[in-house]
């Protein structure tokens, strides 16, 4: 695995005892149990990588879409154009949203491994996706801020997907996590099944900026970090906040978005 060779290798060299020793476990342990694709579960070269038969189930996103939203567009539009959603609406807090592939039937196994069951070997391949459809969204920021869950669901999961997620990149882009700056200070229900409206009431008032950290919020540029964009709604409660606390940009790049059929031109 790429994100645990290179640590291993530096600090014991490939031709210490431990090095060799490393490297024979390491061919032991794929005799043993195998890497294998987290979409088909055919044996692949490396954890975390995707066997052929997965890559036509995983649909990347890309241009031509939705200048803010990220939303894909059939064709090509033009340079800086929105989708309806975004045309009807006031510049919204957080000013360009990206995410790496289409959440659907086929792709959710590969976030629901993460966030459900704590696999964590496909983060490497993950970060180079985000980083790779973060484009735009990364230009100019200081730090990505992964979004917070609260503390009692913290505790019961144990780790926070965004925070995975958000290091990942970091690998990648060079970027620093500030996973410090933002607060859930509501538990709030799940937001499956809700509509957009209701997300939006959900997460209201569900974020905060700690008193401590306005300082560093103030005149800087941030990236959010999510595992799944579905309306935005929690991504712009997120920016609202760090808007209103004197943040100078917000966008977010998130793995996986929710994507509805939509003509730009309506
Ligand atoms: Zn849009």
Not at 39 to 51: D, H, K, Q, R
Not at 118 to 146: H, K, N, Q, S, Y
Not at 181 to 210: D, E, H, M
Not at 232 to 242: D, K
């Amino acid at each position: 695995m790429k994100s645990a060779s290179p640590g291993s290798w530096s600090r014991y060299g490939p031709n210490t005892l431990r090095g060799k020793a490393l490297a024979l476990w390491r061919v032991c342990a794929d005799i043993v149990w195998p890497p294998l694709c987290p979409v088909t579960g055919a044996p692949v070269s490396a954890p975390g990588e995707l066997s052929p038969g997965a890559w036509s189930d995983v649909r990347f996103l890309d241009a031509p879409w939705c200048a803010s939203c990220g939303m894909p567009f059939d064709y090509p539009i033009g340079k800086g154009a929105v989708c309806g959603a975004c045309a009807a609406q006031d510049t919204p807090p957080c000013r360009i949203s990206r995410a790496a592939f289409v959440y659907d039937e086929k792709s959710r196994r590969l976030v629901l491994m993460l966030k459900h069951a704590g696999r964590t070997d496909g983060l490497d391949v993950f970060g180079r996706w985000m980083m790779r459809a973060g484009g735009d969204a990364l230009e100019g920021a200081d730090a990505l801020i992964p979004i917070p869950l609260h503390a009692s669901r913290l505790r019961k999961r144990r780790f926070n997907q965004s925070f995975l997620l958000a290091r990942a990149l970091s690998l990648h882009c060079g970027l620093p996590v500030e996973p410090h700056l933002l607060a859930r200070s509501r538990s709030t229900p799940s937001q499956g099944g809700l509509s957009a409206k209701a997300r939006q009431r959900n997460v209201a008032g569900a974020f905060s900026v700690r008193a401590a950290m306005k300082p560093f919020v103030r005149g800087r540029r941030f990236v959010l970090v999510d595992d799944v964009h579905t309306t935005g709604a929690t991504l712009q409660a997120c920016a609202r906040v760090l808007k209103r606390a004197g943040a100078e940009d917000v966008t977010a790049i998130t793995l996986a978005r929710v994507v509805k059929p939509v003509d730009p031109l309506k």
